[in-house]
């Protein structure tokens, strides 16, 4: 897990604010992946970026979720509006290239903790 | 629906016994991973496996991949109270770009 960079580890937001989290990549890698955890569950895969493109976004909710990955600096998951559903755990994943066939190993970070009250 | 499997969800069991966790899929899959995750913190790589039927040993733990590549197995022997945790499978799909998570198994070892 050393060396992908979440943060904040923990934040809590009312309904209706924003929740922003940060993911910085293993560095040399430039392929990260959102996932989302509830408690005591597996993880659901929400969005695949790489620097300035977005891959893959068949996980990601259709409102108030977005995900980017900018040239410069971390990758962010922003979530609109929240409500008490967003609560969750949220975990950064980075790879140096494509995983997928060659079963390359994506490494976690150590998550975000997101509760909405 | 899931696309793995996993079962037990959860299994609770005293130092020293054995166990095995099962992984399965209707689905093919080009490679298997298994973390283990404690409470706070991120999913950490076990073991990868990729060739089918293929079996790889780490310590006290086997893993097995399936012949036709759409089951795995974990298996732990004399377990202790430090294998306590969440046990998650993810596989890639034939074609796929992404890591697919099992629910997992929340494995307690009482001592």
């Known amino acids: 897990n050393a060396g992908v960079m979440q943060n904040p580890r923990h934040l809590v937001r009312r309904r209706g604010q924003e929740a922003r989290l940060r993911c910085s990549p293993m560095k040399g890698h430039s392929h990260v992946y959102w996932y989302r955890q509830l408690p005591e569950e597996g993880l659901k895969f929400m969005v695949y970026l790489q620097k300035e493109n977005i891959i893959d976004e068949s996980g990601m909710p259709k409102e108030r979720f977005s995900a980017e990955f900018p040239k410069e600096g971390p990758s962010i998951l922003r979530i609109q509006q929240v409500v008490r559903g967003d609560s969750a755990a949220y975990f950064c994943?980075?790879?140096?290239?494509?995983?997928?066939?060659?079963?390359?190993?994506?490494?976690f970070g150590e998550g975000s903790w997101l509760t909405v009250v | 629906t899931q696309l793995l499997e996993q079962s037990p969800q959860f299994l609770s069991i005293q130092e020293g016994e054995n166990l095995t966790v099962y992984c399965n899929s209707s689905s093919v899959f080009s490679s298997l991973q298994w973390y283990r995750q404690e409470p706070g913190e991120g999913p950490v790589l076990l073991v990868t496996v990729v060739t089918g039927g293929e079996v790889k040993k780490l310590k006290r733990l086997t893993f097995q991949f399936g012949d036709a590549r759409k089951d795995s197995s974990l298996h732990i022997t004399a377990a202790q109270p430090g294998d306590t945790g969440l046990y998650l499978c993810a596989g890639y799909l034939r074609g796929g770009n992404k890591l697919v998570f099992g629910a997992g198994t929340i494995l307690r070892v009482k001592s």
């Open positions: 994943a980075s790879s140096p290239w494509h995983t997928g066939q060659s079963g390359n190993t994506i490494y």
